[in-house]
């Protein structure tokens, strides 16, 4: 079974802190993504990355950075937490073009709360 | 531009009624690929569905349908014969051929079953 895993379900951080969310996967999959989900929204892609130290900016990239250093790990940091920052943070991984081999795997979510 | 509409936001039913979701897309892209994923109260998207562009027969699994219709751009989602379990957010997602690693979601539609 693919297994996509985040360090934390809950998060609780202050405005200005650094905030690191982490994801693993262990089905040696190329692609990595990170969401935002936000009711109303859907999901939104923030940033992904297709290789290790390879990214792609998503749909709303500003105020987050990334770093995949292995092929198993994707990080996502908030160099500067705002409040705006207050969501469930989903990652997810697949094999690279996804539409044509199937689907993104997901983790279970962080829902992080900046105070 | 690509597009996902999921215009119901929320559905509720009694168990045992059947419930359709629906999904409109918009892509110019002859060659695409249709998504449907169930978020359960656990938070971790599952995947339940995959179709492409040039397969419009109706799919059935279970409780589960699927009817592909290209003439309206729908791709809507019938459970049967509802269970509590089916409560969740219900998501559906859109990939082109023109970039395959990435999956365009709608908004989600929040399914209530009560008992």
């Known amino acids: 079974d693919v297994k996509v895993t985040q360090s934390s379900r809950y998060l609780v951080k202050r405005t200005g802190e650094k905030v690191f969310l982490e994801c693993v996967q262990d089905m040696d999959h190329e692609n990595m993504f990170w969401y935002r989900q936000d009711p109303g929204l859907g999901l939104r892609l923030i940033y992904f990355?297709?290789?290790?130290?390879?990214?792609e900016k998503g749909d709303i990239p500003e105020g987050y950075s990334v770093s995949r250093e292995k092929k198993e790990r994707f990080s996502l940091i908030l160099e500067s937490a705002s409040t705006n920052q207050t969501s469930m943070y989903l990652c997810?991984?697949?094999?690279?073009?996804?539409?044509?081999?199937?689907?993104?795997?997901f983790g279970p979510g962080t829902r992080l709360t900046v105070t | 531009a690509q597009k996902v509409t999921q215009a119901q936001t929320e559905i509720s039913v009694v168990e045992k009624e059947d419930v359709t979701l629906d999904c409109v897309y918009e892509?110019?892209?002859?060659?695409?690929?249709l998504f449907w994923y169930k978020q359960p109260p656990s938070g971790e998207l599952v995947f339940l569905i995959r179709r492409n562009s040039f397969d419009e027969q109706n799919e059935i699994s279970g409780r589960y349908s699927w009817n592909f219709q290209k003439s309206t751009s729908s791709f809507n989602f019938t459970i049967t014969a509802s269970q509590v379990v089916d409560s969740a957010v219900y998501f559906c997602a859109l990939s082109e051929a023109s970039n395959t690693d990435k999956l365009i979601f709608g908004t989600g539609t929040r399914l209530q079953v009560f008992p």
């Open positions: 892509t110019r892209d002859t060659t695409y690929y």
């Open positions: 997810a991984s697949s094999w690279a073009s996804v539409g044509t081999l199937g689907e993104q795997y």
């Open positions: 990355s297709y290789d290790v130290k390879m990214k």
